[in-house]
Every structure is written in structure tokens, then in C-alpha cells.
């Protein structure tokens, strides 16, 4: 019967030794047979990369977090009137910022963007609403109200 390197079973039947439980693999020469209960396989300098830890009769693994959103050094928040000319939010982004949450406190409609946004092109948002980004701080979001309109936003920043 020839293998196929699609079907998965008809591989691990290939390679698996059901008597004695291990994997079978072909050297010149030979077989060699790793048993799960009898030898250990090592990758690069043998570092152990996975702690557990127990709670009763269940073993949960231990995860470090590399980089993850959310609050880790500083917040901010911020009052701004925004107005029928497309201006920056807010004016200077808090350092290392990687979220920020925008509520409409005024009645008018605010349309967020970036540097060209217009109420025709931009993002809407009406009294009382909120809008929450994952927005690092060189990115530059910008806000605008319709002609004649001012509406007052309150922003806050997380790093």
C-alpha cells in the first residue's frame, strides 16, 4: 500500500508501534523505537519552556505574556471641544499609548478619521456613544463636527 503524505492515519499507523507504544523510525542500518515511557527527546540545549502548575487533581500550564494591550503604565484622560475643522485626538497622545475609548458628551454628531475625514467620509458618532480603539500613540486619529456644530468629547488613554 502506498502512503500518502494527505492522509494523516495511514502515517501515524506507518510510524507507531502499537504494541509497544513508541514511535518507529527509520535509520540506515535499521530502526530506532523512542518509547514515551522509557526515553526522553530533547530539542536545542534541553531548556525546559513549559511549567505547570497543580490545583487539586487538575495541572494547568503557566503562561507568560509577551506583549498584550491594556493598562500597564499611565492613563489619561482628556477634555476636547471638537468643531467643523478636523483636528487632531487629542491634540498629544499619551506616551507609549495602545488604547484609547472616546465618549460623546455633546448633542451633536461627531465623524472620526484620519487627516481628511469630513462628516461625508468619516466615522459617526452621536451623543452618548463610545468608541474604543486599539491605537498606539503615532498613530493620529482626527475628529469633526458638521458646519457650524461644536461638540464636546472626553477621551481616555491607556499605556
Sequence with gaps: MTMSDQDYQQVIKHVFEKISESLKVNIVGGNLTISHTEDSVRIGDGTDLVTTTQSGAD??????IISATGLK????????????VA?????????????????????????????????????????????????????????????????????????
Excluded at 495541572?59 to 507568560?64: I, K, W
Excluded at 456644530?149 to 477621551?155: Q, S
Design 73 to 84: 503604565n499611565a492613563i489619561k484622560s482628556t477634555s476636547i471641544t471638537v468643531t467643523d
Design 87 to 159: 483636528q487632531k485626538i487629542p491634540g498629544t497622545a499619551l506616551i507609549d499609548r495602545n488604547g484609547m475609548i472616546i465618549k460623546i458628551c455633546g448633542t451633536e454628531d461627531v465623524y472620526f478619521g484620519d487627516v481628511s475625514v469630513t462628516p461625508t467620509n468619516g466615522y459617526p458618532k452621536k451623543y452618548i456613544e463610545e468608541l474604543s480603539l486599539d491605537i498606539k500613540d503615532n498613530i493620529e486619529l482626527y475628529a469633526i463636527c458638521a458646519t457650524g456644530k461644536t461638540c464636546e468629547i472626553r477621551i481616555l488613554e491607556v499605556s
Design 59 to 64: 495541572v494547568g500550564l503557566d503562561v507568560a
